[in-house]
């Protein structure tokens, strides 16, 4: 089993860059962010809790988020891995995220991190804001706080995975193209 957590500040990247590694690695592709939009379009308890947190651009509590993921790795049993996107966001959240993988025996393999000057993070965020009907895209002042809640909040989440030699940091600048690839080196590196 392949297990990767794609990380990174709103507007990184990680959606297009997830989409070209489940092509390739087959692997299930499992983002927080989707996660929570299925359960607050669907009006479930979690999801309008999430949604109270996700409308002032702030990060949605661990407890609620565990639970969301452990249900959604439930539903693929028979998964060659997955690509963890938007999740471990703290410290606690990739603890449980390492128990529920040892309760099936394996564990993360890699993070790889995507880079990207916050000035460009805010013009790609806004851009997507008029096209995905997202209102947490379409405020300035509300996408700078995700990029300061995540600076503040998750970055710190990386020296969880820094200390078990497992993070690998890509430029999440320029062709798409030449991202995968620079992905693909690392997790094949891992790999081998």
């Not at 297990?3 to 997830?18: D, E, M, N, W, Y």
């Not at 989440?157 to 193209?177: L, P, S």
Request: hydrophobic share 40%; charged share 25%.
């Amino acid at each position: 089993m392949l297990h990767i957590v794609l990380f990174g500040p709103p507007g990184a990247g990680k959606g297009t860059q997830s989409s070209l590694l489940v092509d390739k690695y087959k692997l299930v592709h499992l983002s927080t962010g989707d996660i929570f939009r299925y359960n607050i379009k669907n009006n479930t308890e979690l999801g309008l809790w999430a949604k109270s947190f996700i409308d002032k651009g702030e990060l949605v509590p661990d407890e609620v988020t565990i639970k969301m993921l452990h249900s959604e790795v439930q539903k693929h049993s028979d998964a060659k891995g997955f690509i963890f996107d938007g999740f471990p966001r703290t410290v606690p959240q990739a603890e449980a995220l390492d128990a529920l993988l040892a309760e099936k025996n394996t564990s993360v393999d890699l993070m790889v991190a995507l880079s990207v000057p916050e000035e460009e993070l805010v013009k790609r965020l806004l851009e997507r804001g008029k096209d995905s009907g997202r209102s947490d895209d379409t405020d300035p002042n509300i996408v700078r706080n995700r990029i300061s809640v995540y600076n503040e909040q998750t970055a710190v989440a990386a020296n969880y995975y820094k200390n078990q030699n497992k993070f690998f940091e890509i430029h999440g600048v320029g062709q798409i193209e030449h991202i995968f690839s620079e992905i693909c080196t690392v997790i094949d590196r891992t790999l081998a």
